[in-house]
């Protein structure tokens, strides 16, 4: 592996956790001092905050803030005409913890998956997804009041007062697609390498549709639940149901009149995010690179079992240490290599793997469009050399074994001999080019070596 097991894909460390906890607290005091947040509300977005500032980078923080942000101001636009609602929802605008975690739990919890599992894309999809579905349903709450018709009951189609739980209007629901839509415009601006970074004009506009939709779900959800099981009230004293218990803000007692006891808003809020999260985790599931997982043929092609090409340096043996000069722990420049010329390979590919890695098997190197009668690498290959992608630390080019201290890791050097010509686009990491060349591989050759520090 190329980094300490507590520096995974997006350079996790202490600083940038001490970063993230600055930069949470500024944003955190900020709202606390506009009354946006309650004192356990800050509390918990400081927490919330060091998580995803700290262990997410700025993908991550780009699209809680977009969430943070626009739910912030839409919360005090047209406050006046809000107000008469208020006694309807069980907390104002100040955010407790429960608000706060309900929200942003879902995405706490994905970053710090992205943290263990920093070459996976599903964390981040599902993350853009739960944060979708949160600000979908915040923009359908702050905006959908505001409706010149009456809402509907979500269940029964029916007539209902502005703000009562379950209401849903087409202002509000074009309102919880536009909150969905911000934050898969902002992921899409952000999409970090690790979640597939090939663009194309499918999957551009199949990522902002998925977001989005996956936004638009969980509100649809939240409304729901508020129709059907979620805890309502009635005060006698106004002769109106509301989510507050156990008084009214008039300061009367409420009494329940549906739904399960312990189901408050909060409940249905976090019911909100955990779906965004669900429906982001089984698009990842369902779809191809570079918007889903990465395809089992990278495992596949990676095993050294049943390979007949002979892949051979003269700077290490094959099962040999790798001499220091090739790691980090020297001039970090890639060994020379050797293989048998493969009957009717138009081109060929390489690819540098640590399958030991704490985190999964770790990128080194993705280099392709080598010429069909290329036969050879020189020591050093510089990146600008042929058609090199991005490997698991984000750089373009060859970064040499560098494992944490302890037991030697495996390092896989892939040559694969393919039927297709020097032609493939530039700018593919691993992923894309094991997608691109799936069922185009002729022969490979593995040459294995070891590193310890």
Same mark, same amino acid.
């Given at each position: 592996?190329?980094?300490?097991?507590?520096?995974?894909?997006? @350079?996790?460390?202490?600083?940038?956790?001490?970063?993230?906890?600055?930069?949470?607290?500024?944003?955190?005091?900020?709202?606390?001092?506009?009354?946006?947040?309650?004192?356990?509300?800050? !509390?918990?977005?400081?927490?919330?905050?060091?998580?995803?500032? &700290?262990?997410?980078?700025?993908?991550?923080?780009?699209?809680?803030?977009?969430?943070?942000?626009?739910?912030?101001?839409?919360?005090?636009?047209?406050?006046?005409?809000?107000?008469?609602?208020? +006694?309807?929802?069980?907390?104002?605008?100040?955010?407790?913890?429960?608000?706060? !975690?309900?929200?942003?739990?879902?995405?706490?919890?994905?970053?710090?998956? @992205?943290?263990?599992?920093?070459?996976?894309?599903?964390?981040?999809?599902?993350?853009?997804?739960?944060?979708?579905?949160?600000?979908?349903?915040?923009?359908?709450? +702050?905006?959908?009041?505001?409706?010149? #018709?009456?809402?509907?009951?979500?269940?029964?189609?029916?007539?209902?007062?502005?703000?009562?739980?379950?209401?849903?209007?087409? /202002?509000?629901?074009?309102?919880?697609?536009?909150?969905?839509?911000?934050?898969?415009?902002?992921?899409?601006?952000?999409?970090?390498?690790?979640? =597939?970074?090939?663009?194309? /004009?499918?999957?551009?506009?199949?990522?902002?549709? !998925?977001?989005?939709?996956?936004?638009?779900?969980?509100?649809?959800?939240?409304?729901?639940?508020?129709?059907?099981?979620?805890?309502?009230? $009635?005060?006698?004293?106004? @002769? #109106? +149901?509301?989510?507050?218990?156990?008084? $009214?803000?008039?300061?009367?007692?409420?009494?329940?009149?549906?739904?399960?006891?312990?189901?408050?808003?909060?409940?249905?809020? &976090?019911?909100?995010?955990?779906?965004?999260?669900?429906?982001?985790?089984?698009?990842?599931?369902?779809?191809?690179?570079?918007?889903?997982?990465?395809?089992?043929?990278?495992?596949? /092609?990676?095993?050294?079992?049943?390979?007949?090409?002979?892949?051979?340096?003269?700077?290490?043996?094959?099962?040999?240490?790798?001499?220091?000069?090739?790691?980090?722990?020297?001039?970090?420049?890639?060994?020379?290599?050797?293989?048998?010329?493969?009957?009717?390979? @138009?081109?060929?590919?390489?690819?540098?793997?640590?399958?030991?890695?704490?985190? &999964?098997?770790?990128? $080194?190197?993705?280099?392709?469009?080598?010429?069909?009668?290329?036969?050879?690498?020189?020591?050093?290959?510089?990146?600008?050399?042929?058609?090199?992608?991005?490997?698991?630390?984000?750089?373009?080019?060859?970064?040499?074994?560098?494992?944490?201290? =302890?037991?030697? $890791?495996?390092?896989?050097?892939?040559?694969?001999?393919?039927?297709?010509?020097?032609?493939?686009? /530039?700018?593919?990491?691993?992923?894309?080019?094991?997608?691109?060349?799936?069922?185009?591989?002729?022969?490979?050759?593995?040459?294995?070596?070891?590193?310890?520090?």
């Amino acid at each position: 592996m190329g980094l300490n097991p507590l520096t995974p894909f997006f @350079q996790f460390n202490w600083l940038q956790l001490g970063a993230g906890f600055l930069l949470a607290l500024v944003i955190t005091l900020a709202a606390y001092f506009a009354h946006s947040l309650s004192r356990s509300g800050a !509390l918990a977005a400081v927490m919330l905050g060091t998580a995803v500032f &700290g262990l997410g980078g700025l993908p991550w923080a780009v699209l809680l803030l977009g969430f943070f942000i626009s739910s912030s101001i839409l919360s005090r636009t047209f406050r006046r005409r809000k107000n008469a609602l208020n +006694e309807k929802f069980s907390k104002g605008s100040q955010r407790d913890a429960g608000q706060v !975690l309900a929200n942003g739990g879902a995405a706490g919890i994905l970053v710090i998956l @992205q943290a263990l599992l920093p070459h996976s894309s599903w964390p981040w999809l599902a993350g853009a997804a739960t944060l979708a579905a949160v600000n979908a349903d915040t923009w359908a709450t +702050e905006l959908g009041v505001l409706s010149r #018709k009456p809402p509907r009951m979500i269940t029964t189609g029916k007539v209902t007062e502005a703000g009562a739980s379950g209401a849903i209007s087409l /202002t509000g629901t074009l309102n919880a697609a536009a909150g969905g839509l911000l934050i898969a415009i902002l992921a899409q601006l952000v999409w970090p390498s690790y979640a =597939g970074s090939e663009i194309s /004009t499918i999957s551009i506009p199949l990522r902002l549709m !998925l977001i989005t939709l996956a936004g638009l779900a969980g509100s649809l959800l939240d409304s729901f639940l508020g129709a059907t099981v979620q805890a309502i009230y $009635h005060c006698p004293s106004c @002769q #109106k +149901e509301t989510e507050r218990h156990p008084l $009214h803000t008039c300061g009367t007692a409420t009494t329940r009149v549906r739904g399960l006891p312990w189901l408050n808003n909060d409940w249905v809020n &976090g019911a909100c995010a955990a779906a965004g999260a669900i429906i982001g985790i089984a698009a990842a599931a369902i779809l191809p690179p570079p918007l889903g997982m990465q395809p089992s043929l990278i495992q596949a /092609t990676l095993l050294p079992e049943g390979v007949s090409m002979v892949i051979t340096s003269t700077a290490f043996s094959n099962g040999q240490p790798i001499p220091a000069v090739y790691s980090c722990k020297g001039k970090d420049i890639s060994p020379p290599l050797s293989w048998q010329p493969a009957a009717g390979a @138009q081109s060929y590919a390489l690819i540098l793997d640590d399958p030991d890695a704490p985190s &999964g098997i770790f990128t $080194h190197w993705v280099l392709y469009n080598l010429p069909g009668n290329l036969t050879s690498l020189p020591e050093g290959v510089p990146a600008s050399a042929y058609t090199q992608g991005k490997n698991s630390f984000g750089r373009v080019g060859y970064n040499g074994p560098c494992p944490p201290p =302890g037991k030697p $890791h495996r390092y896989n050097f892939t040559v694969m001999a393919l039927d297709l010509p020097p032609t493939l686009p /530039t700018g593919l990491n691993k992923a894309g080019l094991l997608n691109a060349i799936n069922g185009h591989i002729l022969n490979r050759g593995v040459l294995m070596g070891t590193f310890q520090r």
